[in-house]
């Protein structure tokens, strides 16, 4: 059975090769109406675009890379689902790629390991530094999300950490709460997140009149839920008097409200706990977990489209985006009755 071709489709819609084109590139200007007859057409004939053709002509293949740490982080697995569905909506299928947090495999992506294989590439880094990434970066296009440092040159999309954090810590003075514990500084960590959250809780404790104590910002070994709660358990066994906790992510969140079920404390009753990320564990958790949102769908369309900018020829220094966030509250931060 010979291969369905553009020009069928076109004869049997009853329009320009040309219109179905536009179609198939998802372009935004074709009214809903012609859409519909072309895509018709489309699932009638089974027709499927030819790849190869496409990167002949267009020297693009609609594919973009997203690379990132790693996969079962629930934060990154959001990102990853927001990106591919504000890529879909312009017309681009995204590939997926882990960096374990591996300075060698990060420096690959900046390289253009996926060069010929990407139109762009969009890229949280947790261990290359500003100059390499100004260093290595390629012809590729290319967005950077997150808190590390950022060159000039390069696009980049995050929220305000540090407004964030102190919005979360002033939420938990304004419940009354004065011995604020953050979980917590992960030996090694590179990256810019850790830093602006710490920033923003010790500027809010300031604010407010409270003397920072250097026990309470809780060290921590690994990024695991089981570190964090090792390093709470160790800190309250210690004589650390604490109520009110303010946690690097929703997995340091859970592992927090297992360090204090071991040791026989009630959240949020003697204990009131925040997350960061608004991941699906804030929801389940029991008490489920007041936590920093991120607006993903926000995330992801602004990187989208400023990588899209850059496929089709913008030039110029690097923008940067801030995207939204808002507290939701849940039962670990809820007030006393």
């Known amino acids: 059975m010979s291969r369905v071709k553009l020009t069928d489709v076109a004869k049997l819609a009853g329009v320009s090769t040309k219109t179905v084109s536009n179609v ?37 293949t609609g594919m973009i890379a997203l690379a990132f740490p790693e996969t079962n982080h629930p934060y990154f697995s959001m990102i990853a689902a927001a990106i591919v569905n504000a890529a879909e909506d312009r017309g681009y299928r995204v590939l997926i790629e882990q960096t374990d947090s591996k300075v060698e495999s990060e420096q690959a992506v900046l390289r253009d390991r996926e060069a010929g294989l990407v139109d762009g590439v969009i890229f949280q880094p947790s261990r290359v530094t500003s100059l390499q990434i100004s260093q290595l970066q390629r012809d590729t296009p290319l967005v950077l ?56 809780y010790q ?48 997995r340091f969140a859970v592992g927090a409200l297992q360090a204090l079920r071991q040791l026989g404390l009630e959240s949020p009753e003697q204990v009131k706990v925040v997350g960061w990320d608004n991941s699906e564990l804030s929801q389940y958790s029991n008490p489920s977990l007041t936590s920093i949102a991120p607006d993903m769908l926000e995330l992801a369309k602004t990187a989208i489209g400023l990588l899209v900018d850059r496929i089709e020829g913008h030039k110029g220094v690097g923008r940067h985006r801030i995207v939204p966030f808002g507290l939701k509250i849940r039962e670990s931060t809820a007030p006393k009755s």
């Open 24 to 60: 198939v590139h998802n372009y935004q200007h074709v009214t809903p109406q012609m859409r519909s007859r072309v895509q018709e057409a489309i699932d009638l004939l089974g027709y499927k675009p030819n790849l190869t053709a496409r990167r002949l002509v267009t020297g693009r």
């Open 145 to 200: 999300l997150g808190e590390a440092a950022i060159p000039l040159t390069v696009d980049h999309v995050m929220i305000d950490n540090v407004v964030a954090a102190k919005v979360a810590t002033k939420h938990l003075i304004d419940l009354g709460c004065r011995r604020i514990a953050f979980l917590g500084a992960v030996d090694g960590d590179q990256g810019g997140a850790t830093v602006r959250r710490l920033n923003g």
């Open 203 to 250: 500027e809010a404790l300031s604010e407010a009149g409270i003397v920072e104590d250097s026990e309470l910002v809780l060290k921590v070994a690994y990024f695991a839920p089981e570190d964090a709660k090792e390093s709470l358990v160790k800190a309250i066994r210690s004589g650390t008097k604490i109520d009110g906790i303010l946690c690097r992510d929703d």
